[in-house]
Every structure is written in structure tokens, then in C-alpha cells.
């Protein structure tokens, strides 16, 4: 598992990083994002930034609503997956519990059948 770890960095993750970069560079310039539709030129709800934190920022974001969209859609299999693990480890023990009792019963059955 470690080698597919390390050949994802290599073919995924490391191109990706350095787009990430080249990015960055290339949109260093500031820009100014108007959260007022009504009023763009109001200084209050306006941020002056480089571009690449806001491209930055919305890759953030857009990655933690992902992450969280698919972590509550998948709720309802691992509610699943703990139910059967539940119910694995009672067969797990009833089972347990039947090889103790035939071997304790097993010793007192064979003796009668050699008489």
C-alpha cells in the first residue's frame, strides 16, 4: 500500500502542487472582491487581496464542502457497517460460547460410548 501511496504523490499530487505554484505566481496581482452587489465602490464589505488567495481560499473551501457532502451521504453505510460489526461480534461470542459447552459436553459423551 505505501508504493501506491508514493506513486499518487508522484503522478497526482506533486503536478498539482506545482500548478498550485505556477498559479500563484502568474496572479500575484491585488484585486478587489465586492461582497455588496447594490454598492461595488463600498469599501465596507470589499477585500483587497492577491488573486491567488482568493483562488487559493476557493479551492479550500470547495474541498471542505466536498469532504463534508460526501461524509453526510455516506452516513447511513456506516451506521450500517456498526450494526453488522455489532451483530458480528454477538455470533462471534455465541459461537465462542457453543465450542465451550460441546467440549465440555464431548468428553462425558465419548466416555459413555466406549462402556
Known amino acids: 500500500m505505501t508504493r501506491l501511496k508514493k506513486i499518487v504523490t508522484l503522478?497526482?499530487?506533486v503536478p498539482l502542487g506545482v500548478l498550485l505554484?505556477?498559479?500563484?505566481?502568474?496572479?500575484?496581482?491585488s484585486v478587489t472582491l465586492a461582497l455588496n452587489p447594490f454598492r461595488p465602490e463600498d469599501t465596507v464589505l470589499s477585500l483587497t487581496a492577491p488573486f491567488f488567495l482568493f483562488l487559493m481560499l476557493s479551492l479550500i473551501l470547495g474541498m471542505l464542502i466536498g469532504s463534508?457532502?460526501?461524509?453526510?451521504?455516506?452516513?447511513?453505510y456506516r451506521r450500517q457497517a456498526r450494526i453488522e460489526a455489532r451483530e458480528a461480534i454477538k455470533w462471534h461470542n455465541e459461537a465462542d460460547r457453543q465450542?465451550?459447552?460441546?467440549?465440555?459436553?464431548?468428553?462425558?459423551?465419548?466416555?459413555?460410548?466406549?462402556?
Do not use: D, E, H, M
Open 99 to 115: 465450542k465451550t459447552q460441546s467440549t465440555v459436553v464431548a468428553p462425558a459423551g465419548s466416555a459413555l460410548s466406549r462402556r
Open 68 to 76: 463534508l457532502a460526501t461524509w453526510w451521504t455516506q452516513g447511513k
Open 11 to 13: 503522478v497526482i499530487l
Open 21 to 29: 505554484i505556477v498559479l500563484s505566481v502568474a496572479n500575484r496581482q
